[in-house]
């Protein structure tokens, strides 16, 4: 499956289809990014093939961590039906934000952007959960 999603990566990469951003990216610290992302952006330069292959398995790490989060606070608000259901559509209205602003273009998506926008996201929820 890495295979596929890294083979997939490359291919979108490549016809243009996904954008890994400006190389002014590297530059910007952005909350709960790996280091082993920022060291494999560095290690890309303007290589865009390997700055979407460093963004393809930096999107994986954060989805996961983004996910995780969000069913933990769900589940934290199960007993509060108002709650619930507001974070579910705050979290739906965060997606097709995050996706409309990170579009360079009608077919081209910066995935750059896509990875420092949910990682964020995912910082802002990890620090809903209460424990």
Known sequence: MKCKMTAMATFL???GLISTGSPAFEQVETPGVSTTYMSCMARAGANTVQSGICAQTEMASQDARLNKAYQQVMRQLASEPAKHTALREEQRSWLKTRDYECKVDQQTISSTCIVAKTAIRAT????QIQF
């Open 13 to 15: 990469v490549s016809v």
């Open 124 to 127: 802002e929820l990890e620090n």
